[in-house]
Protein backbone atom coordinates (compact mmCIF):
# COMPACT_ATOMS: atom_id res chain seq x y z
CA UNK A 1 0.00 0.00 0.00
CA UNK A 2 1.63 3.75 -1.21
CA UNK A 3 2.91 5.75 1.99
CA UNK A 4 -0.03 8.81 2.30
CA UNK A 5 1.59 12.16 1.63
CA UNK A 6 0.40 15.11 3.13
CA UNK A 7 -0.61 17.44 0.46
CA UNK A 8 0.56 20.38 2.37
CA UNK A 9 3.69 19.10 1.12
CA UNK A 10 3.22 19.61 -2.65
CA UNK A 11 6.22 21.21 -4.15
CA UNK A 12 4.59 22.42 -6.79
CA UNK A 13 2.37 25.13 -4.53
CA UNK A 14 5.04 25.71 -1.64
CA UNK A 15 8.89 24.89 -0.95
CA UNK A 16 9.30 22.19 1.13
CA UNK A 17 12.02 23.68 4.41
CA UNK A 18 15.16 21.90 5.67
CA UNK A 19 15.60 22.61 9.08
CA UNK A 20 14.00 25.43 10.52
CA UNK A 21 12.42 28.47 9.06
CA UNK A 22 13.69 31.36 7.56
CA UNK A 23 11.95 34.19 9.50
CA UNK A 24 9.86 36.21 7.02
CA UNK A 25 11.34 40.02 6.54
CA UNK A 26 9.00 43.13 6.89
CA UNK A 27 8.55 44.98 4.16
CA UNK A 28 6.55 48.48 3.80
CA UNK A 29 5.30 49.66 0.73
CA UNK A 30 7.18 53.13 -0.61
CA UNK A 31 4.08 54.90 -2.35
CA UNK A 32 6.20 57.49 -3.82
CA UNK A 33 7.75 55.17 -6.43
CA UNK A 34 4.72 52.34 -6.72
CA UNK A 35 2.35 52.66 -8.83
CA UNK A 36 -1.33 51.32 -8.59
CA UNK A 37 -4.35 51.95 -11.01
CA UNK A 38 -7.73 51.29 -11.84
CA UNK A 39 -9.33 51.05 -15.21
CA UNK A 40 -12.68 51.34 -16.18
CA UNK A 41 -14.48 50.29 -19.26
CA UNK A 42 -16.75 52.53 -20.53
CA UNK A 43 -20.06 52.36 -22.38
CA UNK A 44 -23.35 54.36 -23.65
CA UNK A 45 -22.78 56.63 -26.35
CA UNK A 46 -19.30 57.77 -26.00
CA UNK A 47 -17.88 54.49 -25.23
CA UNK A 48 -16.88 54.23 -29.38
CA UNK A 49 -14.41 57.98 -28.60
CA UNK A 50 -12.48 55.79 -26.04
CA UNK A 51 -13.52 57.36 -22.63
CA UNK A 52 -12.91 54.51 -20.67
CA UNK A 53 -11.41 56.01 -17.13
CA UNK A 54 -7.85 55.13 -15.72
CA UNK A 55 -8.28 56.27 -12.59
CA UNK A 56 -4.71 56.19 -9.85
CA UNK A 57 -4.70 55.19 -6.41
CA UNK A 58 -2.68 58.53 -5.05
CA UNK A 59 -2.83 57.63 -1.40
CA UNK A 60 -2.11 53.96 -0.24
CA UNK A 61 0.16 52.41 2.58
CA UNK A 62 1.01 48.92 3.74
CA UNK A 63 3.65 46.36 4.62
CA UNK A 64 4.53 42.77 4.01
CA UNK A 65 5.99 39.60 5.84
CA UNK A 66 7.82 37.94 2.72
CA UNK A 67 10.41 34.91 2.85
CA UNK A 68 10.11 32.48 0.01
CA UNK A 69 10.71 29.32 1.81
CA UNK A 70 8.54 30.61 4.56
CA UNK A 71 5.15 31.55 3.05
CA UNK A 72 3.70 30.27 6.48
CA UNK A 73 4.50 33.79 7.74
CA UNK A 74 3.74 35.72 4.59
CA UNK A 75 1.29 38.54 5.05
CA UNK A 76 0.04 41.42 3.49
CA UNK A 77 -2.01 44.43 4.56
CA UNK A 78 -2.96 47.73 2.20
CA UNK A 79 -5.03 50.37 3.17
CA UNK A 80 -6.57 53.19 0.52
CA UNK A 81 -7.73 56.30 0.91
CA UNK A 82 -11.00 56.61 -1.06
CA UNK A 83 -10.61 60.12 -1.62
CA UNK A 84 -7.30 60.00 -3.19
CA UNK A 85 -8.68 58.49 -6.46
CA UNK A 86 -7.82 60.38 -9.53
CA UNK A 87 -8.76 60.06 -13.22
CA UNK A 88 -5.48 60.55 -15.09
CA UNK A 89 -7.05 60.46 -18.53
CA UNK A 90 -6.82 63.49 -21.20
CA UNK A 91 -10.14 65.02 -20.50
CA UNK A 92 -11.91 68.28 -19.96
CA UNK A 93 -11.13 69.85 -16.56
CA UNK A 94 -14.55 70.01 -16.57
CA UNK A 95 -15.36 66.02 -17.42
CA UNK A 96 -12.82 65.28 -14.81
CA UNK A 97 -14.29 66.77 -11.87
CA UNK A 98 -17.99 65.50 -12.72
CA UNK A 99 -16.59 61.84 -13.42
CA UNK A 100 -14.59 62.29 -10.11
CA UNK A 101 -17.18 63.78 -8.30
CA UNK A 102 -19.71 61.30 -9.40
CA UNK A 103 -17.26 58.30 -8.63
CA UNK A 104 -16.42 59.79 -4.71
CA UNK A 105 -19.95 60.42 -4.18
CA UNK A 106 -21.87 58.80 -5.75
CA UNK A 107 -20.24 54.89 -6.73
CA UNK A 108 -17.48 55.15 -3.32
CA UNK A 109 -19.80 57.23 -0.82
CA UNK A 110 -15.90 57.82 0.40
CA UNK A 111 -17.45 60.57 3.50
CA UNK A 112 -19.44 57.24 4.50
CA UNK A 113 -16.65 54.58 3.73
CA UNK A 114 -13.23 56.29 3.93
CA UNK A 115 -10.63 53.62 3.57
CA UNK A 116 -10.37 50.35 1.58
CA UNK A 117 -8.31 48.11 3.10
CA UNK A 118 -7.06 44.51 1.71
CA UNK A 119 -5.38 41.96 4.30
CA UNK A 120 -4.09 38.81 3.46
CA UNK A 121 -2.32 36.24 5.59
CA UNK A 122 -1.95 33.51 3.28
CA UNK A 123 0.57 33.42 0.29
CA UNK A 124 0.95 29.94 -1.91
CA UNK A 125 3.91 29.95 -4.68
CA UNK A 126 2.63 28.88 -8.08
CA UNK A 127 6.48 28.98 -9.28
CA UNK A 128 10.16 30.09 -8.41
CA UNK A 129 12.28 31.00 -11.16
CA UNK A 130 15.35 33.20 -11.91
CA UNK A 131 14.71 35.04 -8.22
CA UNK A 132 11.49 36.11 -8.94
CA UNK A 133 8.16 33.97 -7.43
CA UNK A 134 4.69 33.68 -8.79
CA UNK A 135 2.60 34.02 -6.16
CA UNK A 136 -1.02 33.88 -5.17
CA UNK A 137 -2.24 36.16 -2.46
CA UNK A 138 -5.23 34.41 -0.42
CA UNK A 139 -7.21 37.56 1.17
CA UNK A 140 -10.41 39.80 2.21
CA UNK A 141 -11.20 43.09 -0.07
CA UNK A 142 -12.81 45.52 2.43
CA UNK A 143 -14.91 48.31 -0.15
CA UNK A 144 -17.58 50.19 0.56
CA UNK A 145 -18.14 48.44 3.87
CA UNK A 146 -18.63 45.38 2.29
CA UNK A 147 -15.72 42.27 3.10
CA UNK A 148 -15.16 39.88 0.19
CA UNK A 149 -12.56 36.97 0.08
CA UNK A 150 -10.70 37.78 -2.97
CA UNK A 151 -7.37 36.32 -4.50
CA UNK A 152 -4.47 38.38 -5.86
CA UNK A 153 -2.21 36.71 -8.70
CA UNK A 154 1.41 38.65 -8.15
CA UNK A 155 4.89 38.39 -9.48
CA UNK A 156 7.48 38.97 -7.03
CA UNK A 157 11.12 39.73 -7.02
CA UNK A 158 13.47 40.68 -3.96
CA UNK A 159 16.87 42.60 -4.70
CA UNK A 160 18.75 43.78 -1.78
CA UNK A 161 16.50 45.57 0.57
CA UNK A 162 13.86 46.10 -2.00
CA UNK A 163 10.78 43.81 -2.56
CA UNK A 164 8.66 44.74 -5.75
CA UNK A 165 5.20 42.92 -6.46
CA UNK A 166 3.39 43.66 -10.09
CA UNK A 167 0.59 42.23 -11.49
CA UNK A 168 -2.89 43.03 -12.02
CA UNK A 169 -6.57 41.38 -10.94
CA UNK A 170 -10.42 41.90 -11.94
CA UNK A 171 -13.59 42.85 -9.53
CA UNK A 172 -17.23 43.46 -10.17
CA UNK A 173 -18.60 46.36 -8.61
CA UNK A 174 -21.58 44.97 -7.85
CA UNK A 175 -20.30 42.74 -5.56
CA UNK A 176 -20.08 45.75 -3.50
CA UNK A 177 -23.18 47.05 -3.81
CA UNK A 178 -21.05 50.18 -5.56
CA UNK A 179 -23.64 51.91 -7.76
CA UNK A 180 -22.01 52.31 -11.67
CA UNK A 181 -21.05 55.67 -12.38
CA UNK A 182 -23.28 57.57 -14.84
CA UNK A 183 -21.58 61.23 -16.03
CA UNK A 184 -21.73 63.81 -19.15
CA UNK A 185 -25.14 63.47 -19.35
CA UNK A 186 -25.85 59.97 -19.02
CA UNK A 187 -23.29 59.98 -22.02
CA UNK A 188 -20.67 57.98 -20.12
CA UNK A 189 -21.52 54.79 -18.42
CA UNK A 190 -18.84 52.47 -16.58
CA UNK A 191 -19.64 48.13 -17.00
CA UNK A 192 -19.73 46.13 -13.72
CA UNK A 193 -16.28 44.62 -14.07
CA UNK A 194 -13.26 47.00 -13.34
CA UNK A 195 -9.05 46.09 -13.55
CA UNK A 196 -6.59 46.93 -11.35
CA UNK A 197 -2.63 47.11 -11.58
CA UNK A 198 0.09 47.82 -9.44
CA UNK A 199 3.57 47.75 -9.56
CA UNK A 200 4.16 48.10 -6.19
CA UNK A 201 7.92 48.71 -4.50
CA UNK A 202 8.67 47.80 -0.15
CA UNK A 203 11.97 48.43 1.55
CA UNK A 204 12.77 46.14 4.28
CA UNK A 205 12.45 47.39 7.56
CA UNK A 206 15.17 46.43 10.84
Same mark, same amino acid.
Given at each position: ?10 ? =? ?36 ? =? ?79 ? =? ?75
Amino acid at each position: MPESVDPRSNA =GSRPVSQGAATPAVRYVIETRVSRFTVRAFATGMLSAF =GHSPTIAIRDFTGEAQFSPDNLEAASLRVTVKAASLRVTDDVSDKDRREIEREMQEGALEGAKYPEIVYDSSRVSLESPAN =GQYAIALHGNLTLHGVTNAVKIPARVAVTGDMLRAYGEFSLRQSDYNIKLVSAMGGGLKVKDEVKFSFDIAARKQE
